[in-house]
């Protein structure tokens, strides 16, 4: 499989296409994308099967978010100008977008060709985030230690730091640009799927939203949760494996995360019935009765 070169220019998220979104209430976050820690023939069949998936989400009008690990919570949210374009990787930089691995990997060559074909458009959105959850904000542990100690041991505990307080960062949140534009069901995928895939759906759960994650279309590490090394191990899409792959690893995360920080979180007892797994293919059914987070997809533990 090869990533096909597309024109640049594109048709508007214009107000009609908002209309529909808002709607639907849709949003699709592609989440934390780096593949030096990938096979490249894996890396390769994953952004084939990615610019696909882009592709059908601008034909059915679902506004998309590219998501990326930063030092701020920070919005680029998306241009109303028309025509819209693809933006160029001295644009995707300025703005804050490198993904988790800048260095010069040795798939940075893959990923740059995905976004200059595929990649964030004039009229898609930009978030950066400083916590797993792309949802999470300063405001959502200001009064709760328990999940305060949860995002705090997220970062290295061999140094004293400081959490971002409330009012740390500039602008709308995440959570707060989605509900502006009438938004409350996100669609996930990317990187990785029991972390910050997972946590944005649970964010999610929290604030009252309906998630979907595609399980074939986010990456897992090829070890137990408690073997990862983000230094040393390996992350896995492999198309030819069942989706049930990452769906499991997820299964097992939520299972933990529901015994132990269900309240911490902020979760209802229905957390598991909230939160539903989908496919790709989900998305070309829309309009023909089958929207991602069918019953037949939810989770079962």
């Avoid at 300025?94 to 995905?114: A, W």
């Avoid at 998305?283 to 929207?291: A, E, F, K, N, V």
Wanted: proline share 7%; glycine share 6%.
């Amino acid at each position: 499989m090869t990533i096909e070169t597309q024109e640049k220019t594109k048709a508007p998220f214009n107000q009609a296409s908002a209309a529909q979104a808002a709607t639907t209430g849709q949003m699709a976050f592609i989440i934390d994308l780096g593949f030096n820690a990938m096979d490249r023939d894996d890396a390769k069949a994953y952004l084939d099967k990615l610019a696909d998936t882009v592709q059908t989400m601008r034909d059915q009008n679902i506004p998309i978010t590219w998501v990326a690990m930063s030092d701020k919570n920070k919005l680029h949210p998306a241009e109303d100008s028309a025509p819209s374009r693809t933006l160029s990787i001295s644009e995707l930089e300025e703005r804050g977008y490198f993904g988790p691995y800048p260095e010069n990997g040795p798939n940075d060559d893959l990923f740059h060709e995905f976004l200059e074909q595929h990649g964030p458009r004039t009229d898609d959105a930009i978030y950066l985030k400083f916590f797993k959850s792309a949802l999470m904000t300063p405001e959502d542990y200001a009064d709760n230690p328990a999940l305060e100690q949860i995002v705090r041991a997220d970062y290295r505990t061999d140094i004293e730091f400081d959490l971002p307080k409330p009012g740390s960062f500039e602008g709308p949140s995440m959570a707060e640009y989605m509900q502006q534009k009438g938004l409350d069901k996100p669609i996930i995928m990317g990187a990785v799927s029991t972390n910050c895939d997972l946590c944005t759906a649970l964010s999610s759960v929290a604030k009252g939203m309906q998630p979907t994650i595609l399980t074939d279309m986010v990456l897992s590490w090829d070890c137990p949760e408690e073997e990862v090394n983000p230094q040393t191990s390996k992350l896995l899409w492999q198309d030819n494996v069942d989706t049930a792959f990452h769906a499991d690893k997820m299964k097992a995360r939520l299972a933990q995360i529901i015994h132990d920080d269900r309240q911490a979180w902020g979760l209802p007892e229905d957390t598991i019935e909230k939160i539903t797994f989908g496919v790709s293919d989900d998305l070309s059914h829309q309009g023909h009765g089958h929207t991602p987070g069918s019953p037949a997809t939810k989770i079962v533990l």
